[in-house]
Each structure stands twice: as structure tokens, then as C-alpha cells.
């Protein structure tokens, strides 16, 4: 069952290819997948979670490498996966009305699937290592989400640096996860949480930085924040779904999940704090300042993230509820506002909030759709948004660190967020229609049912909080180990958090009839997109400086590198390791035959060396091959030996074919250089004699040669040894091998058509 | 013009070739051969005809486009190597039904990738 949760939308994404391509009007039914996914997430967690405790399924895959595709379910996995399937299933129901008759619709779909499928990995992988893989495909699938308008470098762009920023902390992520296998013994995640006190290991302090940097980097934490307003240049809907409910999340999602591996020390929990303070502020305050709606959310959504950063430094049992409550309020709010941007922007074109006004004449639902998620947003009671944000104050109140300073920078935060989202929900729909909106109506239908009902949820959950207490309680345990029950309640009495919480709508009316002012307060860029293009540029002047003195342009000068690096360091190693080059068993005299072969070789070898056209020369050494490929056939070699005829004879036509072109060589190399390369040719030659020699003395010849004859009729079925090992047992490299000769032949033909289409344009 | 006798030659020569690279790939778990081979002579094959009857018509003889091929192929390696997971076996387990195997899918897949990797460099550089 966890194995279908997780893999079926990868098995869904070339299908709504198809869909997309064939029949783009009924994109919109793509979205019954994933809320299947949702109805059957929700139905392990209410009849299996519940009642008996996590549930795990394991696929073999290398099982003898620790790696094993184990999924391990439990409510905090389960309710992540709730999210990223519901608003999955919203996003494709929105994306088929924002990009209908998109031409590019089928790949966005492919994509998204990917997506969403990599979401589910990261959510449910138990096996470390299988969550690195998923980890990374969802920063490989929402690079190419990113970058879907291709033809926009700034889409490119911000792409790229969405890309190499979380790609980076993907590598974090690898190395986090091989040191804690390596201190744990284990791979799985869930028995590394028994697998005692980690906070004496002497590796604990560079796995939790590691961990911290993938987390960072990918939840946009300060100080690298600045991707994810840049990666507003993806479509509305991609940024809605990885940008506020899932991907962004994920990183946060990483942080609760190895709480109970690696919390519970200062480290861990000052720099969760510091860090998720600093971002909450900084992403908080910048969101007033924006003008462009999108950005505005995004900022909004960094310094959210900063807020769930802080809960899990906080570490109680109250701020690992409270965090569950935020992220799901935070999911509807923010994916529900995101959609009804573009929405606005599908209308009018635009995003500017001063251009826009007024709408709700002509887009009455989307309104509602607006205003609810901005209420939430806000912290009006009577919406989930309010219970967030109580319970974050609530946990910053009773934390054992700094409870007034962390309550002080929570309200100023939430305050800022709450003007951000009057900015961004009631703004554009309020006051005298502006010019853009003469020509507005109403979005299609596929696009407000998304807002809306996302929105609505926010106001169920407020009204009946029942319904989500004991999903919220299992999430929790998930972040501390321990389940407690949860009855979260919309009314606990006077207390100084419903004070706060009060203040925090005062100063949201106050700062918003001042946000003209609070924008035009914009301090000096903080630059930290600098950070990231500054390092880069810099690599690039130096690769600029040092290619020249390498890349010189001459295949004849990296042959000789080539090959005087590869002789130096085999001769020195023989110089240095070796005894007598004396097989065992002596030298045996030559056969006639041998002498021969050898004879047409050499004969063919120089003949090669004293060409006068390229012709002659790649004939002479097709030569060489077929009398060494005749050599093979006596020393019982018969599949080296076919395959070496096969080999030099296309070698031959391949050259043939790019040399035709050319007569006799423009001018031979002069008698120095030509000495130089004999020198060269003979040394390396007879290094390599040597080293064929020095092989035959080994006293112990392989063992694994005898394995192979040996298990090649009994294991693998097959007489032939070699076709054995290639297509079964080591097929694996062979699957590596032919995706390079691939990758390899793609690439040939990208650049001769390329070079081919500029001749004929100039 | 390519010479007569090569061209006439060629036409004999092309489907018999085929014929036995798909022998040495059916034989090739026995016996000397296996898919790599056999991919390397079916290009032969298609490469004799580039040379003696020009590369459109060797295209057309080949009906599908190299390229494809690659994809096709890596595919077919890909999805044996699948089956066996969905065997509950882990990834590129052979399977073996009687003497019909899954490493024999495999190498289809393999010999379908080279003939794609030579066709597409020979036809793309006979062309250019």
C-alpha cells in the first residue's frame, strides 16, 4: 500500500503526458490520482496508524549495500503526505484552466507527477539513503518546474540557482545521512531514533551542520533565502504547490523527522532558533515591501518557514503541535492565496499590486476564495489560521529559552504577515476598480473551486477542530517521540497568548494603513543574492583564466598527456611495487602463427606512424586492430575477438567518414617532434609490455574468475561467461555503461547538428 | 558513384548480416555472441548501406530512427530490470521462466542501445 502511495504517480507521469498531448480538455480529471492518494493516505492513518502504531513496507533493491526502498508510515509522514496529495490534486484541477491550450501542458504535467511522487518519497522513505534519492528528484523535477518557460532567462535563471543552491544541500544530506549510518549501524531511520545517545558521538556535531544545511537551504532559511522569491518566475500553480504546501516544506519536514535522532542539544536547538528568528524577521519584513504580489507571498512563506524553523528548536510537545497546526493552516492560507494571484493575474496581467483594484465586482468568488484565506492568514478567529498562530505563541511563552524575546519577534512577524496578507487577499479586490480590471471577469471555474476550497477547509477546521485532533496528536509524536493526546480548542480562556494575539490584529490594521510608508522604508539590499552569483562569477574568471593554458585546441597535445600521465604513473607504481617481470612458469616460445600476426602488426603499426593522409593512416591501424582481434581468436577469445572485428571495423568507418573530407596531411611534424613522440610511443610501449608480464606473476591468480566459470551455468543459466556477467551479473554496470554510450551518441548528434545549422545560417 | 559491385554485393550481404547478428543474440548466454555483438554488426550492416546507397536510404531501411532506438533500448533494459522488483526480487534480478530469461530482454536492450549509439554518430557525421 505505501509502495502504491509512493510510486504510482512516477508510473502516473508519462500517462498524463499522454493525456496532456491527446486530450488537453479533460487534463482536469489527472487530479482524481492524487486524491485518491489523499483518500488512501488518510484511510492508513485513521484504520492502521491509529490503532496499531507506524506501518512499514520494504521493497529489496541492494539490500546487501543497505540500501532497500523501506517506506515507514507514521502520522507525521502520513499527514505530510495528506497535504502534498491534497493540494497536489487541487494544483492539477487549477493548472488545467491556468495553462489550457499551454503547448508545453503535457511536460508540465510529466513534471508535476515526478514531483509529487519525489514529495511522497521524501515524506515516507525510512531507508536515509532512499530519502537522499527522492530529496534530490524533487529538486531535479522543480528545477525543470522552474524553468518551465524556458524561452525566459529569467525563468532560467532563477531556475538554476533554485537548483544548485538545494542541489548542494542535497550533497549535505548524502554526507549528514553516511555518517549517521556509519555511527548508528543502521539505515533505517526509524531505529535510529533507538539507537542511543548520538549527542557524545564525536561525528554528532558535523551531522547535525550537514542536516542543517540541507534543511536550510532547501526550506529558504536565511541565509539563503533569496531563492525562492526568485523561483516566482515558475507558473502560479507550480509555485502554489512547491513553494508554499510541499517542497519548501520539505526541509522543515526533515528537521521533525531527525528530532528525535539529533534534537535535544543546545546545538540543535539555538541554531534552530536563531536561524528560524532571523528568517521569520527578515522574510516578514521584506514581504511589506514588495509590490509584486507573488513576491510577496514568497517572503511571506520565508518567514513562515523561519516560524516552523523555530517551533522545532523549541521542542516541546507544545510546539511540535503547534508547528503540525501552523504548516496545515499555512498549506491552505498560502496555496489558496497563491492560486487566487494567478487568478488575478490570468484576468488583468498583472501582479502589481498598485495597478490592481477593486475586483470583487468582477471576480466575486475568487474574492471570497481571497478574503477567507487572508482572515486565516491574519489570525481572525473562527479560522485556522488563528490556531497557528495561538499555539505559536503559546510555545514561544512556555520555551525554555528566551520566552520573551521569542514572543516579542513572533508578534512583530505575524504582525508584518498580517499586513502582507491584506496586501495580497483584500487589496486587489477593495476599493474603485483600477484600469486593468475594466476588462476582468470571473476566473474559470477549475481555477476559484482550488482557492476556495482550500480556504474552506481552513474555516472547517476552525469550526470543528475535532475532526483533526487526533492526526495532529500523531504528527506530533512523530517530532517527539512520544504521543500525547491533543484537543485544541478555539476558546481557552483570558489568557496573556489570546492578549498577543490581539495586539498582533491591532498592529496588522495599524501597519496596514501605513504600508505605502512601510514600503517605502526599504533599506539597502541586504544582497544576498550576491552570495550565490558572486562565488559563481569568480569560478567562472577562474576557469576563464586557467582553460586557455589547458584547452589548447590540439587532440595531438592531450593524447600526449593522456598518455605520458598514464605510463608515468604505471611505470613509477612498477618502478615501486614490482619485482622481476617473470610470469610463472616462465616464458613460452612463440608459435609461427604468432610470429606472423605479430609481424603484420608491426609492419601495419608503422605504416600507420608513416602515413601521408589521414586515410592511409586510419587503414594501417584498422590494420593493427584486426591483427590483434586475430590474436585473441587463438587465445580462445572468441567474444573479445568478435567484438573487437565489430569494433575497429566501424572505428574505421566512423573515421572514414569525418576524414573524407581531407587529402594528404597540410604539413608533416618536424624530425624534433616527431623523435619526441617515438621516444614517447616506445617508452610508454614497453611500460605496458611490462606491466602485461608483471601481471602473469601474480602468485594467486583471481579468485573471482573461478566464481564466474563456475556460477555462470548454475546461477545465471548461461555457458557463455562473459555474456553472463555483462546481462546478469554485474548487468547493473552494464545499464550505467549503455546510458553513457547514449548520453555519449545524443551528444554527437546535438553538436554536428548544431554546427550543421550554423554553417547553413551564415 | 559507390561501385557496382560493392552496391550489388550489399544487397546480399545486408540481410544476412542482420540474420546473424540476430543469432548471435539470441545464442549469445551459450554461446559465443550476445547483444553488444550483435548490435555491433546489424550497424555494420546499415553502415554498408549508408556507404553504397547514401543515408536516406539506409534510414529508410531502418524504418525507425536511430535515436529512438537509444531510448527504446535503455527502456527495455530499464523495465527488465524493474520486473524483477515487481517479482518482489530486488532491481536486475534475473528472472527465468523454463530457458526464456530476463538477462535475454536485457541484451535486446543492450544490442537495440548500440545499434542506436553507431547508427546515430555514423548516419549524423555521413550527412553532415
Known amino acids: 500500500m505505501l509502495s502504491f502511495l509512493v510510486l504510482s504517480p512516477f508510473v502516473l507521469a508519462p500517462v498524463a503526458a499522454y493525456v496532456g498531448g491527446r486530450w488537453p480538455s479533460q487534463v482536469r480529471w489527472l487530479a482524481l490520482w492524487p486524491a485518491g492518494l489523499a483518500l488512501l493516505a488518510e484511510h492508513l492513518l485513521r484504520t492502521q496508524v491509529a490503532v496499531g502504531g507506524p506501518i512499514t513496507t520494504a521493497l529489496p533493491w541492494a539490500a546487501p549495500l543497505g540500501l532497500t526502498l523501506q517506506f515507514h508510515a507514521d502520522g507525521l509522514a502520513l499527514v505530510f503526505a495528506l497535504m502534498i496529495t491534497v493540494i497536489g490534486a487541487l494544483v492539477v484541477w487549477y493548472a488545467s484552466a491556468y495553462l489550457a491550450g499551454h503547448r508545453d501542458l503535457p511536460r508540465l504535467l510529466t513534471a508535476l507527477f515526478l514531483f509529487m511522487g519525489a514529495m511522497l518519497g521524501v515524506a515516507l522513505s525510512d531507508n536515509l539513503f532512499a530519502l537522499f534519492v527522492f530529496w534530490e528528484l524533487t529538486g531535479f523535477t522543480s528545477y525543470l518546474l522552474i524553468g518551465f518557460e524556458h524561452d525566459d532567462a529569467a525563468a532560467r535563471r532563477a531556475a538554476m540557482q533554485a537548483f544548485v543552491l538545494t542541489g548542494a544541500g542535497g550533497l549535505a544530506l548524502l554526507a549528514g545521512a553516511t555518517l549517521l549510518v556509519q555511527a548508528t549501524g543502521t539505515t533505517a531511520l526509524s531505529e535510529m531514533a533507538r539507537a542511543g545517545d548520538l549527542a557524545s558521538h564525536p561525528v554528532y556535531v558535523w551531522a547535525v551542520v550537514l542536516f542543517f544545511a540541507a534543511a536550510f537551504t532547501k526550506s529558504a532559511q536565511v541565509p539563503f533565502h533569496f531563492w525562492l522569491p526568485g523561483a516566482m518566475a515558475a507558473p502560479t500553480p507550480i509555485s502554489a504547490y512547491l513553494h508554499s504546501a510541499t517542497m519548501v516544506k520539505a526541509g522543515v519536514y526533515l528537521l521533525a523527522r531527525m528530532t528525535p535522532v539529533l534534537g535535544g542539544t543546545d546545538l540543535w536547538s539555538n541554531t534552530l532558533l536563531v536561524v528560524g528568528g532571523t528568517t521569520m524577521v527578515v522574510g516578514a519584513w521584506r514581504a511589506v515591501q514588495e509590490t509584486d504580489l507573488k513576491r510577496v507571498l514568497a517572503y511571506t512563506t520565508v518567514a513562515a518557514l523561519g516560524a516552523l524553523v523555530l517551533m522545532i528548536g523549541i521542542g516541546t510537545q507544545g510546539a511540535a503541535v503547534a508547528a503540525i497546526v501552523y504548516m496545515i493552516a499555512h498549506a491552505s492560507y498560502k496555496g489558496s492565496l497563491f492560486m487566487v494571484v494567478g487568478a488575478i493575474d490570468h484576468e488583468t496581467g498583472t501582479r502589481d499590486v498598485t495597478r490592481l483594484g477593486g475586483l470583487r465586482q468582477k471576480m466575486p468568488l475568487t474574492a471570497l476564495a481571497a478574503a477567507l484565506a487572508a482572515a486565516s492568514m491574519v489570525g481572525l478567529p473562527f479560522f485556522f489560521g488563528f490556531f497557528g498562530k495561538e499555539l505559536f505563541y503559546e510555545a514561544g511563552w512556555t520555551s525554555a529559552r528566551a520566552p520573551g524575546l521569542l514572543l516579542g519577534v513572533s508578534v512583530a512577524a505575524s504582525a508584518l504577515m498580517g499586513v502582507a496578507a491584506l496586501t495580497a487577499g483584500v487589496g486587489p479586490f477593495v476599493g474603485r476598480l483600477s484600469e486593468v480590471g475594466e476588462r476582468a471577469h470571473e476566473a474559470p471555474r477549475a481555477m476559484w473551486t482550488g482557492p476556495l476550497s482550500l480556504a474552506g477547509a481552513g474555516v472547517i477546521f476552525a469550526l470543528a477542530p475535532g475532526i483533526i485532533n487526533g492526526p495532529i496528536g500523531l504528527a506530533a509524536a512523530g517530532i517527539t517521540g512520544a504521543y500525547q493526546d491533543v484537543h485544541i480548542v478555539l476558546w481557552h480562556g483570558f489568557t496573556p497568548v489570546l492578549g498577543f494575539s490581539a495586539l498582533t490584529l491591532l498592529l496588522v490594521a495599524g501597519l496596514y494603513s501605513q504600508r505605502h510608508r512601510l514600503r517605502q522604508l526599504r533599506p539597502a539590499s541586504v544582497g544576498s543574492d550576491r552570495i550565490f552569483w558572486g562565488p559563481l562569477r569568480a569560478l567562472e574568471r577562474v576557469s576563464e583564466a586557467v582553460s586557455p593554458a589547458l584547452y589548447r585546441g590540439s587532440i595531438r597535445g592531450y593524447v600526449l598527456v593522456l598518455i605520458v600521465a598514464t605510463g608515468g604513473l604505471l611505470a613509477a607504481a612498477l618502478l615501486v611495487g614490482g619485482g622481476a617481470p617473470v610470469p610463472r612458469g616462465g616464458l613460452v616460445p612463440p608459435r609461427a602463427f604468432e610470429l606472423v600476426m605479430v609481424t603484420v602488426i608491426c609492419v601495419a603499426a608503422l605504416a600507420a606512424a608513416r602515413a601521408t593522409s589521414s586515410m592511409r593512416a586510419v587503414l594501417a591501424l584498422g590494420t593493427v586492430g584486426y591483427g590483434v582481434a586475430l590474436l585473441f581468436v587463438t587465445y580462445g577469445a572468441p567474444d573479445l575477438a568478435m567484438t573487437q572485428f565489430s569494433v575497429e571495423t566501424l572505428t574505421v568507418v566512423i573515421f572514414v567518414l569525418v576524414f573524407r573530407m581531407f587529402g594528404s596531411f597540410d604539413h608533416l611534424s618536424s624530425r624534433l617532434v616527431r623523435l619526441r613522440d617515438a621516444i614517447v610511443a616506445g617508452v610508454v610501449g614497453a611500460v605496458i609490455s611490462a606491466l602485461v608480464l608483471f601481471v602473469g606473476t601474480a602468485d594467486e591468480p583471481s579468485r573471482l574468475a573461478d566464481f564466474f566459470a563456475e556460477a555462470a551455468p548454475t546461477l545465471g543459466h548461461g555457458r557463455n561467461v562473459v555474456n553472463v556477467i555483462l546481462v546478469d551479473f554485474r548487468a547493473f554496470d552494464t545499464m550505467g555503461e549503455i546510458t553513457v554510450l547514449a548520453v555519449a551518441a545524443i551528444g554527437v548528434h546535438a553538436l554536428l547538428r548544431i554546427g550543421a545549422q550554423e554553417r547553413r545560417n551564415s | ?128
Open chain 2, 1 to 128: 558513384m559507390s561501385p557496382l559491385i560493392l552496391r550489388t554485393a550489399t544487397r546480399v550481404l545486408m540481410p544476412l548480416m542482420v540474420l546473424f547478428a540476430l543469432f548471435m543474440l539470441v545464442r549469445g548466454h551459450n554461446d559465443p555472441g550476445g547483444g553488444f555483438v550483435g548490435g555491433l554488426v546489424v550497424s555494420a550492416a546499415y553502415a554498408l548501406l549508408a556507404f553504397t546507397s547514401g543515408v536516406a536510404e539506409a534510414r529508410r531501411a531502418l524504418i525507425v530512427d536511430p535515436e529512438r532506438l537509444l531510448g527504446v533500448g535503455l527502456l527495455v533494459a530499464l523495465f527488465t530490470g524493474l520486473s524483477s522488483a515487481l517479482a518482489g526480487e530486488p532491481f536486475l534480478t534475473a528472472l527465468w521462466w523454463g530457458g526464456l530469461g530476463s538477462p535475454l530482454f536485457f541484451d535486446i536492450g543492450v544490442f537495440l542501445v548500440v545499434i542506436g549509439v553507431v547508427l546515430t554518430m555514423t548516419f549524423t557525421l555521413a550527412e553532415d
